[in-house]
């Protein structure tokens, strides 16, 4: 477990609809507030703006929102020191970058970098997308491939990481 002064960082991953988003509200929302939610989700159709409303439904007064679907390193790095923060999700934010064609591992680098020096309560959500059948096509096998990589590099800097079940939160680290 990385040495840890000021601050800790959580991964939660899992399945589609495994309960990490909720889960991960509950444990910021344990902490004082104010708490800073990061939103990586750009709404590019209907069914992506009724789940951000779903999101942003379930929070109360006391979070502030952070919209950062593509410099997110930027925007955990300007955050206030001791503020817990939920970030939530590093495979939208992986597909915005694929999408635009950026250098995805010099931002994935850039990112578990960011990552690895926690000044509050930091808790990250992702998706395990590698207990499925492999990909037909070589964009799908290339995302899986690079979001495999970037949770392990999250999982190595995280001081706790938990792995979501149908709702229920294993510790894995």
């Known amino acids: 477990m ?6 800790a960082l959580t991964l939660i991953i899992g399945g589609a609809r495994s309960g990490k ?5 509950r444990l910021v929302s344990a902490c004082p507030a104010p708490w800073s939610y990061i939103a990586t989700a750009q709404a590019y159709d209907e069914e992506m703006r009724e789940r951000i409303a779903l999101h942003r439904s379930r929070r109360s007064a006391g979070w502030t929102t952070i919209e ?6 930027g925007a955990i790095e300007a955050l206030p020191d001791g503020q817990p923060v939920l970030i939530d999700c590093l495979t939208l934010w992986l597909t915005n970058h694929m999408l635009a064609e950026h250098d995805v591992e010099a ?6 970098d960011v990552l ?3 000044r509050g309560r930091w808790f990250v959500v992702s998706n395990e997308v590698g207990q499925g059948i492999v990909p037909e096509n070589a964009l799908a096998r290339r995302f899986r491939d690079a979001a495999g990589r970037l949770n392990q590099d ?3 800097v995280a001081d706790t990481v938990l ?3 149908a709702g229920l939160p294993l510790r894995v680290k």
């Open 154 to 156: 999250v999982a190595a």
């Open 21 to 25: 988003s909720v889960h991960a509200e």
């Open 68 to 73: 950062a679907p593509l410099d997110l390193a």
């Open 163 to 165: 792995l979501m079940v």
């Open 116 to 118: 690895s020096r926690p």
């Open 2 to 7: 990385p040495d840890r002064a000021a601050g």
């Open 107 to 112: 931002e994935c680098r850039r990112l578990a």
